[in-house]
């Protein structure tokens, strides 16, 4: 590799992934590098910096994977937010207060969120594939589904890791299990969704009826997009085509033998045929086949790949990838027949391709992952059971302006760089940066060492940003130094 690419390398590292430690070596065949993080699924834990799972965690957590036990902790959520309302009609405030922080805040508020937000972190830092992570957050993204309706915090990780597998397959495959997830169902209120001729309506059972959140975002967000040429009717149809997919619980109205998690009623499904986009959908083999077809046709339109390939490239590349980057994987996804491996290789060609000409402000969380990876350092370790003091994750993120896992909107974080440029943003990462500093200072003669490495690899030689770290350096004054790193220009944008 010729010397003058080097400083490419390291910026091709932090686009695709969050940079090298110091310690690390440079990938002779950096395209190769990060192809090959995308060929298997890495596990994903709560992990120490040697990838073993962290041991001082409390008793019984842990990821929950299976949907039976998955569904049985959001019905427990659910029976414990009634159970936590009725105790606040008869107990005194301060009582009830001190209850429902025991029973609901610290359980599912705290420690759910917690535990995933500590997982994906720690998995980006310490797991074997930080590439395969960078296109795991886009996916979970891409899909999203966030705490704050209908109690589903339980819902919102499983999901989320649960694409992971199907990341290794075809998005068509991809697209048909987000939609059908619970997590999904439940989190766009799916599974209120009633058709107005179905048999729970014509005999009384219920009073809901269509509720287009899912149809809509089916369309919109997860395949065509609004360039895909449809329209409300489009819509309308695809919230009927939507009827019926539910979530099954543990609760009172669990049918004997039905598996806990999605669930076709077809008592609450519209009955007939739908036509979305010129195509009508009947239901002569399955009574849900319907949805299946819907979904197999969207993913497998052109406008489908377009969307898909330009977001994809927006989100690795820039705002405004370059028209051929964005055709190549278009292209890819086409003739592959929307095949992720290939899609993800293409998008990573693309950016090393690319790299010198294009750039891309890294998001709070990509930043904060890449200040650890840099420095070598850990995730802050305190658990959030109790009020002692100590940062947590998911409230550094917050703090930094992206609450993982609370996405304030189903279209999921921004994703261009000008979303995240702010005066306030910006200040909230200088003040960590400093933060960050007090943890170095512990071990100063590795902290300069650390500074050196870092600033020669990825600050331009020569560069005003170059010259600040360095007099910083000269006078010893490592919070500077660490701080005039990580916020400039050069570590801001990849």
Same mark, same amino acid.
């Given at each position: 590799?010729?010397? $003058?690419?080097?400083?490419?390398?390291?910026?091709?590292?932090?686009?695709?992934?969050?940079?090298?430690?110091?310690?690390?070596?440079?990938?002779?065949?950096?395209?190769?590098?990060?192809?090959?993080?995308?060929?298997?699924?890495?596990?994903?834990?709560?992990?120490?910096?040697?990838?073993?799972?962290?041991?001082?965690?409390?008793?019984?957590?842990?990821?929950?994977?299976?949907?039976?036990?998955?569904?049985?902790?959001?019905?427990?959520?659910? #029976?414990?937010?009634?159970?936590?309302?009725?105790?606040?009609?008869?107990?005194?405030?301060?009582?009830?207060?001190?209850?429902?922080?025991?029973?609901? #805040?610290?359980?599912?508020?705290?420690?759910?969120?917690?535990?995933?937000?500590?997982?994906?972190?720690?998995?980006?830092?310490?797991?074997?594939?930080?590439?395969?992570?960078?296109?795991?957050?886009?996916?979970?993204?891409?899909?999203?589904?966030?705490?704050?309706?209908?109690?589903?915090?339980?819902?919102?990780?499983?999901? +989320?890791?649960?694409?992971?597998?199907?990341?290794?397959?075809?998005?068509?495959?991809?697209?048909?299990?987000?939609?059908?997830?619970?997590?999904?169902?439940?989190?766009?209120?799916?599974?209120?969704?009633?058709?107005?001729?179905?048999?729970?309506?014509?005999?009384?059972?219920?009073?809901?009826?269509?509720?287009?959140?899912?149809?809509?975002?089916?369309?919109?967000?997860?395949?065509?997009?609004? #360039?895909?040429?449809?329209?409300?009717?489009?819509?309308?149809? =695809?919230?009927?085509?939507?009827?019926?997919?539910?979530?099954?619980?543990?609760?009172?109205?669990?049918?004997?033998?039905?598996?806990?998690?999605?669930?076709?009623?077809?008592?609450?499904?519209?009955?007939?045929?739908?036509?979305?986009?010129?195509?009508? *959908?009947?239901?002569?083999?399955?009574?849900?086949?319907?949805?299946?077809?819907?979904?197999?046709?969207?993913?497998?339109?052109?406008?489908?790949?377009?969307?898909?390939?330009?977001?994809?490239?927006? *989100?690795?590349?820039?705002?405004?990838?370059?028209? $051929?980057?964005?055709?190549?994987?278009? $292209?890819?996804?086409? $003739?592959?027949?929307?095949?992720?491996?290939?899609?993800?290789?293409?998008?990573?060609?693309?950016?090393?391709?690319?790299?010198?000409?294009?750039?891309?402000?890294?998001?709070?969380?990509?930043?904060?992952?890449?200040?650890?990876?840099? =420095?070598?350092?850990?995730?802050?370790?305190?658990?959030?059971?109790?009020?002692?003091?100590?940062?947590?994750?998911?409230?550094?993120?917050?703090?930094?302006?992206?609450?993982?896992?609370?996405?304030? +909107?189903?279209?999921?974080?921004?994703?261009?760089?000008?979303?995240?440029?702010?005066?306030?943003?910006?200040?909230?990462?200088?003040?960590?940066?400093?933060?960050?500093?007090?943890?170095?200072?512990?071990?100063?003669?590795?902290?300069?060492?650390?500074?050196?490495?870092?600033?020669?690899?990825?600050?331009?030689?020569?560069?005003?940003?170059?010259?600040?770290?360095?007099?910083?350096?000269?006078?010893?004054?490592?919070?500077?130094?660490?701080?005039?790193?990580?916020?400039?220009?050069?570590?801001?944008?990849?």
């Amino acid at each position: 590799m010729p010397p $003058q690419a080097t400083p490419l390398v390291h910026r091709f590292t932090r686009r695709v992934a969050f940079g090298l430690r110091a310690d690390a070596q440079l990938p002779a065949d950096p395209l190769n590098w990060a192809q090959a993080q995308v060929a298997q699924v890495p596990p994903i834990d709560i992990l120490e910096r040697d990838g073993t799972r962290r041991a001082d965690l409390p008793e019984g957590m842990r990821l929950l994977w299976e949907m039976d036990e998955v569904m049985t902790a959001f019905h427990r959520h659910q #029976e414990a937010e009634r159970a936590s309302f009725a105790k606040g009609r008869s107990l005194p405030r301060e009582q009830y207060a001190e209850e429902r922080k025991r029973e609901i #805040e610290i359980p599912y508020h705290r420690l759910e969120h917690w535990k995933e937000a500590q997982a994906r972190a720690s998995t980006a830092l310490h797991g074997a594939a930080p590439v395969f992570e960078r296109f795991w957050h886009f996916w979970a993204n891409h899909f999203m589904v966030a705490p704050g309706n209908q109690n589903n915090d339980t819902l919102v990780g499983p999901f +989320q890791r649960s694409l992971r597998p199907k990341m290794l397959g075809n998005f068509r495959d991809l697209l048909w299990h987000a939609t059908v997830h619970p997590a999904m169902l439940v989190y766009l209120d799916n599974n209120e969704n009633t058709g107005p001729r179905s048999r729970a309506v014509r005999e009384g059972w219920t009073r809901r009826s269509v509720n287009e959140n899912l149809g809509r975002e089916l369309l919109e967000l997860f395949s065509l997009s609004p #360039e895909g040429g449809y329209t409300q009717q489009d819509v309308e149809a =695809t919230t009927l085509l939507l009827t019926g997919w539910r979530d099954m619980k543990p609760d009172r109205h669990h049918k004997p033998g039905v598996p806990l998690g999605t669930y076709f009623d077809f008592n609450h499904h519209e009955p007939g045929a739908q036509t979305v986009m010129g195509k009508t *959908y009947t239901a002569f083999v399955r009574q849900d086949s319907k949805l299946a077809d819907l979904v197999t046709d969207l993913a497998q339109h052109p406008a489908t790949a377009r969307h898909l390939a330009r977001k994809l490239c927006v *989100y690795f590349i820039d705002d405004e990838p370059p028209p $051929q980057a964005v055709a190549h994987v278009e $292209q890819v996804f086409r $003739q592959s027949r929307g095949d992720l491996p290939a899609v993800h290789r293409a998008v990573i060609e693309m950016c090393w391709a690319h790299i010198a000409s294009t750039r891309k402000l890294a998001s709070p969380e990509a930043w904060l992952l890449q200040c650890l990876t840099l =420095t070598g350092l850990d995730l802050p370790r305190a658990i959030p059971v109790d009020d002692r003091g100590g940062i947590k994750t998911h409230y550094l993120l917050g703090d930094l302006g992206q609450p993982i896992p609370r996405c304030p +909107q189903p279209n999921g974080w921004p994703i261009r760089s000008v979303d995240w440029i702010s005066k306030e943003l910006m200040d909230r990462r200088v003040r960590y940066a400093g933060l960050l500093s007090n943890d170095l200072g512990r071990q100063p003669a590795a902290m300069v060492r650390m500074l050196e490495v870092q600033s020669e690899r990825h600050l331009a030689e020569g560069s005003a940003e170059q010259a600040l770290v360095r007099s910083a350096l000269a006078r010893r004054d490592l919070r500077s130094a660490n701080t005039l790193l990580h916020v400039s220009p050069s570590l801001l944008w990849a």
